[in-house]
């Protein structure tokens, strides 16, 4: 099952603002993480939209936490994103009818109401992880490479 590279880059992406001494460039976080800015900058416009972050524009500007990191928990970032960690299962396959048969709505009303437990119990587990406990977490892992003032390495 596939994880949600959104949810990915978010938790990498905010585990290296912890520790930031400066508000730090969708340039810089992009390369941390190996993607693209643009992709960072989409991620962090819904952390922002939530409160998790705050960016500023120009020199000196880039992304920060808007909060703690330990008033942060992993299910508020998993609810900014608004997505679900756990993907539906497919009953009908390629060339089931339009609706189904009663057995196939039976069967995906069954699963979806499993996977909709599931991702609570998913979701409550999150909301027990901080994000400093995560950037803890990294950093019992040994040294990393930091980034410089403004985002550049």
Known sequence: MPRSSRFSVALHVLAHLVDAPEPQTSEALAGCVGTNPVV???TMAGLRDAGLVTSA???????ALARAADRITL?????????RLLQGIDVGGPHAPAGGCRIQRAVAGTLD???D???ALLAARLGRITLAALAERVR?????ATLAP???A
């Open 150 to 152: 403004h985002g550049h």
């Open 40 to 42: 960072v900058r989409r």
């Open 113 to 115: 109401e499993f996977l």
């Open 57 to 63: 524009r120009g020199a000196g500007g880039g992304w």
């Open 75 to 83: 299910r508020d970032v998993h609810a900014a994103l608004g997505e």
């Open 117 to 119: 437990d599931a991702e």
């Open 140 to 144: 019992a892992l040994g040294p990393v």
